[in-house]
């Protein structure tokens, strides 16, 4: 039988406290945020962007994701994307209205009030949420459905994170929009920050609720991990700008016009050819006025026209009141930010017709141009009869070259002459006109 010693046992308890005296466990490792920026409309891929960014924070186990947001609005499909993404996430999601003169606007006020904590920085402003149609102008009845559809979604968003859902259906029906302070006081927003950091301080501790329950966030001296759009995002968010659309476009008539013009150059061709793909892919997101389209297109063919039509400019004027008419129309929309500037909109139609004009008289120039090589160089020559020449035989000396020719008329040797055809290696020639 082995018999059992509580010695050795009552000596380790003894010792324990040492252990961990000179022993300390290492401290551990610091909670990490994940942060993005989002600066600019919402669009689908800023809705992308924050959809991968929410997957991220979840695979990571980070504390949690914090957006920086600075928006005039956006996509309503986009921004409800966006709000969903945020909804179903495991992570606690931060969005802070930053950096200072920043605003949450229109589609930015449903991402903020979603976010399970709302902040914003001192010297920036949230609201004006009303539903404006990208595609123009609605009707009473389809602006009533908006606007009750948006006032409804909003509510729900404000109720689930425990703000002012009635400040929030005013933002909707009414336009209203309030300052950071006014903003807390209403419980709009959580807290009003100076900083990132100071922010992330401020709300260790607060207890929230994600799609994986109840969490306490736990957010101080966290380690901030910052993530970009990639090459790919930021090209594409790029093309998504009316004004960038616009001039994409014209690059694209610009290049496949001097292609057709000059046959083989190549290289136009192609940088057209990718300017109107990256244009129409624009403008899959932007509300496209195919009236004004036409009327760009109408002015480009003016412009053409006035090279060969006699006009005395009056088809180069027409060319411009349908290049900056067409270009105005272009996206229909009584957003700012979805249409094409009118500082952009004026230089572009004068360029444009300087450009079109100068090239196709260039061309038609050089088309109209007498060749000066080859056998059609040979017409309007003078050369001397080297022989009799009648309307089967004879031959000619122009250019220091022997030439087979006829004539309708009897043409003595010695005799100057003038070639008026080459048919092959024979030419057909008539007498120089005296005087």
């Given at each position: ?69 600075d928006t005039p609005g956006g996509l309503d499909t986009s921004m409800r994307s966006i709000v969903k993404d945020i909804g179903a996430s495991r992570v606690p999601v931060i969005v802070f209205v930053s950096p200072r003169g920043a ?333």
């Open positions: 039988m082995v018999r059992f010693s509580y010695f050795p046992a009552l000596i380790f308890l003894l010792f324990l406290p040492l252990i961990f005296l000179f022993f300390p466990a290492s401290p551990a490792l610091s909670a990490e945020v994940l942060h993005i920026t989002v600066a600019g409309v919402i669009n689908p891929v800023s809705a992308e962007f924050i959809g991968k960014a929410v997957k991220e924070a979840e695979e990571t186990n980070a504390a949690a994701l914090l957006i920086e947001l605003r949450a606007a229109s589609a930015g006020v449903f991402i903020t009030m979603s976010a399970h904590v709302a902040a914003m920085a001192p010297g920036t402003n949230i609201g004006a949420a009303h539903p404006v149609s990208v595609g123009g102008k609605m009707d009473n009845v389809t602006s009533e459905k908006a606007t009750n559809d948006a006032a409804a979604y909003i509510k729900t968003i404000a109720k689930q994170s425990g703000r002012n859902a009635k400040w929030a259906e005013d933002s909707v029906r009414n336009s209203v929009s309030v300052t950071e302070s006014e903003a807390l006081k209403l419980n709009v927003v959580d807290i009003v920050a100076d900083d990132v950091p100071s922010l992330l301080d401020e709300i260790d501790g607060r207890k929230v609720t994600t799609a994986a329950g109840n969490m306490t966030l736990k957010t101080a001296n966290a380690r901030m991990t910052k993530r970009e759009m990639g090459f790919r995002s930021k090209v594409l968010d790029l093309i998504s700008n009316p004004n960038v659309a616009y001039i994409l476009m014209l690059l694209g008539f610009y290049g496949l016009f001097f292609e057709l013009t000059n046959p083989g150059v190549v290289a136009p061709g192609v940088i057209g050819a990718i300017c109107l793909i990256l244009a129409f892919y624009s403008f899959q997101t932007l509300p496209v006025n195919y009236a004004g389209m036409l009327l760009i297109l109408v002015g480009i063919i003016l412009f053409i026209l006035e090279v060969k039509v006699t006009s005395y400019g009056m088809l180069t004027v027409g060319g411009v009141f349908c290049l900056v008419l067409g270009s105005m129309m272009l996206f229909d929309s009584p957003l700012p930010f979805f249409k094409v500037s009118l500082s952009l909109i004026l230089p572009t139609a004068i360029i444009t017709a300087l450009f079109f004009m100068l090239t196709f008289r260039l061309a038609y120039k050089a088309y109209k141009t007498k060749p000066v090589t080859g056998q059609e160089g040979l017409v309007g020559l003078e050369g001397t009869a080297k022989t009799n020449i009648t309307a089967h035989d004879g031959m000619i000396m122009v250019h220091g070259e022997l030439w087979s020719a006829y004539s309708d008329e009897r043409i003595a040797k010695d005799e100057s002459v003038i070639i008026t055809e080459v048919k092959g290696l024979k030419v057909k020639v008539r007498k120089t006109p005296i005087g």
